[in-house]
């Protein structure tokens, strides 16, 4: 027994290694149709949106700018240089698809570079031979700080938030680097299986009883914890059916247990506040949220210009509210604003 709590107040770093990580600059994760509001680690970023609405687009395209570097052999790709880990709970990632916007980002950014230096084509193509095997190179290094996990259910996912400050510090030492974006692909993706199952029955009598409070409670709980030795840019999609506005006052899973003192945007939401979407996630979780966008499709298709027969998207800020729409299109080769 002794020897147990001699080994868990064992360090595992140093004082200033822990400010070296804490400390750290961070930048601001800029990037369209997310530009309006600047983002940050520690905020929590929610997308809320109809199905086939882009929001996993979305998530892909900010993981693809957290792994690229800033600067990599002389070309610039503008990303972040850190790692990213995706939880996908709604199980339906296509990392075919990841991949061909990766390797499309870094070609095309190979392919600007010899642009400004004014070759020819021949020399353009000269060049791409040249740079394909660093491209490879490049393609490689990205893939290897993008960490996946896939869980089933709400035990695996609470399973896969409580260990996962060993797995990013295990990878921090293996790749050198911190993960700075942590998306979780459909937060919603076991609410109603867990509402339906009011309570499982647990082995011990002593433990609180298996329900739909106690598991948003714990999510939000383990990523408090997370937060605070591995400060992240937590992104969220949440999938909810359009329909009329429905007010907030609805809301009466006893939100104000949550206070706005663990949530300083938590402010912004007035009880009178009308969504375009009925509200189906706890307060834990509603409160925990500092950033809220809605993301839905129009039905108009680009008919004309360079991105014609393409859908087009509607963002709007919800949380901090914004009196601005903005449009965007998405193709194979990512996501384009369009006003």
């Not at 609180?208 to 106690?214: A, G, R, V």
């Not at 899973?253 to 939401?269: E, G, H, L, M, T």
Request: hydrophobic share 40%; glycine share 4%; aromatic share 10%.
């Amino acid at each position: 027994m002794g020897s147990h709590a001699k080994a868990w107040l064992v360090e595992d770093e140093s004082a200033r290694e822990m400010l070296d990580r804490v400390l750290t600059e961070r930048p601001f994760l800029l990037l369209p149709p997310l530009h309006r509001v600047p983002l940050r680690v520690g905020n929590v970023v929610e997308l809320v949106g109809p199905s086939s609405s882009s929001k996993t687009h979305i998530l892909i395209q900010a993981a693809i700018t957290c792994i690229l570097p800033k600067l990599w052999k002389g070309v610039s790709y503008g990303g972040l240089g850190h790692s990213a880990m995706f939880i996908d709970l709604d199980c339906r990632f296509d990392v075919l698809r990841f991949s061909e916007l990766l390797n499309h980002r870094i070609m095309e950014a190979a392919n600007g570079s010899s642009s400004k230096v004014g070759c020819h084509e021949k020399d353009s193509e000269a060049q791409f031979a040249r740079m394909k095997p660093y491209n490879e190179e490049l393609f490689a290094l990205c893939m290897k700080r993008f960490l996946y996990i896939r869980c089933y259910d709400s035990s695996e996912f609470l399973a896969t938030l409580k260990t996962l400050h060993y797995r990013l510090q295990k990878e921090r030492e293996v790749h050198g680097v911190n993960v700075h974006l942590l998306l979780i692909d459909s937060i919603g993706a076991f609410h109603w299986v867990d509402r339906g199952s009011s309570s499982f029955p647990l082995e011990c009598d002593n433990r609180k009883s298996w329900h739909l409070q106690n598991v948003s409670e714990a999510v939000v709980q383990e990523i408090r914890r997370l937060l605070l030795v591995h400060p992240m840019l937590v992104m969220a999609t949440k999938a909810v059916v359009l329909g009329n506005k429905y007010s907030t006052n609805e809301l009466t899973w006893n939100y104000r247990k949550w206070s706005a003192v663990d949530n300083p945007y938590s402010r912004n939401i007035t009880s009178d506040q009308q969504l375009p979407y009925r509200e189906y996630m706890p307060a834990a979780w509603q409160s925990f949220v500092t950033h809220r966008i809605l993301v839905r499709a129009t039905d108009d298709d680009l008919v004309n210009g360079e991105h014609q027969n393409n859908s087009i998207y509607l963002l709007e800020w919800l949380l901090p509210p914004l009196n601005s729409l903005d449009k965007f299109t998405v193709r194979d080769t990512g996501v384009f604003i369009l006003s």
